[in-house]
């Protein structure tokens, strides 16, 4: 069965100091893969998506970058971190291919993210 | 871009009941998905429910059922004899096929159940 990971749970950050979450998915190959992110009491804005490797599409201008190194791997990253970056990150996968199953996104845990 | 409205930011039901959550959507395409999506205090995204637009029949999973109006472009979720652990924030979601691979939510609906 397939699987998703995404770490750490819980990260503490300066402002100004470089972020690194890391999201792999276990048990299927081509996923497509997502970053969202949850502010408090609001919905979920996409981040970004990915394809394939090396294929990455931005939803909104911000310092927040992805990269997709690896067929199941797929990271977010800042060079330096803004206050108005902490929320509730998440990352999600969906089969790719024709069939009925690329329509459902299936989530990670969660990242919460508080920039002080 | 498609837009997901969930004007309800909070509801609430006793347990046992049933209570309902709206959903609605703008779109110019005929074919496309919806879902909703339950987020429990864990933050853990779970499916609840999913809808095809081809589909006439309204999608049911137990206690689950939509109210699925095309026309309208509703899709309201329907959680009967509501259970304590309904508790959670609930994101409509759409997907088209002919948006590359993106899916739209909406703000969330926070849904207390009282015991």
């Known amino acids: 069965s397939q699987t998703i990971h995404q770490w750490p749970a819980t990260l503490v950050q300066p402002v100004g100091s470089p972020l690194s979450l890391e999201c792999t998915v276990e048990?299927?190959?081509?996923?497509?893969l997502y970053w969202y992110r949850q502010a408090a009491g609001r919905g979920l804005q996409l981040l970004f998506y990915?394809?394939?490797?090396?294929?990455i599409s931005s939803e909104v201008p911000q310092n927040l970058s992805a990269s997709r190194p690896q067929d199941r791997q797929f990271i977010l990253s800042s060079k330096k971190l803004l206050l108005s970056d902490s929320g509730f990150y998440l990352c999600?996968?969906?089969?790719?291919?024709?069939?009925?199953?690329?329509?459902?996104?299936?989530f990670g845990a969660g990242t919460r993210l508080s920039v002080l | 871009a498609q837009t997901v409205t969930q004007s309800q930011p909070e509801m609430s039901v006793q347990e046992a009941e049933t209570v309902t959550l709206s959903c609605t959507y703008d779109?110019?395409?005929?074919?496309?998905?919806l879902f909703w999506y339950k987020q429990p205090p864990s933050r853990q995204m779970i499916l609840v429910i999913r809808?095809?637009?081809?589909?006439?029949q309204n999608a049911t999973e137990n206690r689950f059922s939509v109210n699925f109006q095309k026309a309208a472009k509703s899709f309201s979720l329907k959680i009967s004899d509501s259970q304590l652990g309904d508790a959670a924030m609930y994101f409509c979601?759409?997907?088209?096929?002919?948006?590359?691979?993106?899916?739209?939510f909406g703000t969330g609906t926070s849904l207390t159940v009282i015991p």
């Open positions: 990915s394809v394939g490797i090396g294929q």
């Open positions: 779109t110019s395409e005929s074919d496309y998905y």
């Open positions: 979601a759409y997907r088209s096929p002919n948006t590359g691979n993106q899916f739209y």
């Open positions: 999600a996968w969906s089969p790719s291919g024709s069939s009925e199953a690329k329509n459902i996104q299936y």
């Open positions: 048990g299927t190959s081509n996923p497509n």
């Open positions: 809808q095809e637009a081809y589909k006439q």
